[in-house]
């Protein structure tokens, strides 16, 4: 089994910033394709950010050039540094990694979610 475990959601202002962070722990052969997606209420659940094993990168077109998204594959973590934080940008923040097995198999995994609000 993998555990997805999120943190630095919060309440920052308008124009701040914020870290999130997700470490994928248990057992397992390799992870992929590693991101983050948000849902806001009455929203569907949508991509924010991905990132390939080779640290190719992907971004939704609202948070192209204010999120930046990393991974330290040593450490099976992936980041999400988000700057220029507007209100529009309050969701609840989810980690998912597409994780290889021992036996070759391939499944999708999410985190618990982490809440992100931006409020003045």
């Known amino acids: 089994q993998v555990q997805l475990v999120e943190s630095g959601g919060g309440l920052v202002q308008p124009g701040g910033s914020l870290r999130l962070s997700c470490a994928a722990s248990g057992r397992f052969r390799s992870i992929d394709t590693m991101g983050w997606y948000r849902q806001a209420p009455g929203k569907q659940r949508e991509l924010v950010a991905s990132i390939t094993s080779g640290r190719t990168t992907n971004y939704a077109d609202d948070v192209k050039g204010r999120f930046t998204i990393s991974r330290d594959n040593a450490k099976n973590t992936v980041y999400l540094q988000m700057n220029s934080l507007k209100p529009e940008d309050t969701a609840v923040y989810y980690c998912?990694?597409?994780?290889?097995?021992?036996?070759?198999?391939?499944?999708?995994?999410w985190g618990q979610g982490t809440q992100v609000t931006v409020s003045s």
């Open positions: 998912n990694a597409d994780v290889n097995s021992f036996d070759f198999s391939r499944s999708f995994y």
